[in-house]
T-cell receptor
């Protein structure tokens, strides 16, 4: 089945620094990838949709200059949290689908970000 | 846009009992309804899904029912086991939403041995 690899699984960083999270589709080409944020005991909040070779579409309320998304190839999307603050601490999960339409979504393993 | 409501937020059952989680959606164009299981600190895993041309689907102890008229769908787990304890999310997708799933808020299922 489709596998999505996400790295790192956890990261601790200091306030003001930037953190990059990678999401890779290992055995399929992901034309679209999605980035979610999940707070403890809460649902998955879609942050942005990235399409290979074009700019990401951000959900309302998500700062595109703070959460930089790059989807330069069909197998890799990156999320960079710039100038991180403690309130950015959260669980970030990517997901991918191989084509268009209602294909099953495959999730990455998630990244636990802690900003101190 | 689509709005998905999920109930209950927490469900506690004894091992062997059945568990039912219910979701409603607002967009009548939604036509695909997946259910995900998420264990603590791990990724959501697809456990079952149903399309709008089907009213019910079963996979061993898990079943999902869909009522398109009422715009609600439910997850049924029979003979629950402690390893079923997790957070379960429902979702709805439609072509109008560019096939991006809208998730419910999640149900924390606790199965007591």
């Amino acid at each position: 089945g489709a596998v999505v690899s996400q790295h790192p699984s956890w990261v601790i960083c200091k306030s003001g620094t930037s953190v990059k999270i990678e999401c890779r589709s290992l055995d399929f080409q992901a034309t679209t990838m999605f980035w979610y944020r999940q707070f403890p005991k809460q649902s998955l909040m879609l942050m942005a949709t990235s399409n290979e070779g074009s700019k990401a579409t951000y959900e309302q309320g998500v700062e595109k200059d703070k959460f930089l998304i790059n989807h330069a190839s069909l197998t890799l999307s990156t999320l960079t949290v710039t100038s991180a603050h403690p309130e950015d601490s959260s669980f970030y999960i990517c997901s991918a689908r191989a084509g268009r339409g209602n294909y099953g979504y495959t999730f990455g393993s998630g990244t636990r970000l802690t900003v101190v | 846009g689509e709005n998905v409501e999920q109930h209950p937020s927490t469900l506690s059952v004894q091992e062997g009992d059945s568990a039912v989680i219910k979701c409603t959606y607002s967009d009548s164009a939604s036509n695909y309804f997946p259910w995900y299981k998420q264990e603590l600190g791990k990724r959501p895993q697809l456990i079952i899904d149903i399309r709008s041309n089907v009213g019910e689907k079963k996979d061993q102890r898990i079943a999902v029912t869909l009522n398109k008229t009422a715009k609600h769908f439910s997850l049924h787990i029979t003979e629950t086991q402690p390893e079923d304890s997790a957070v379960y999310f429902c979702a709805a997708t439609s072509s109008g939403g560019s096939y991006i799933p809208t998730f419910g808020r999640g149900t924390s299922l606790i199965v007591h041995p």
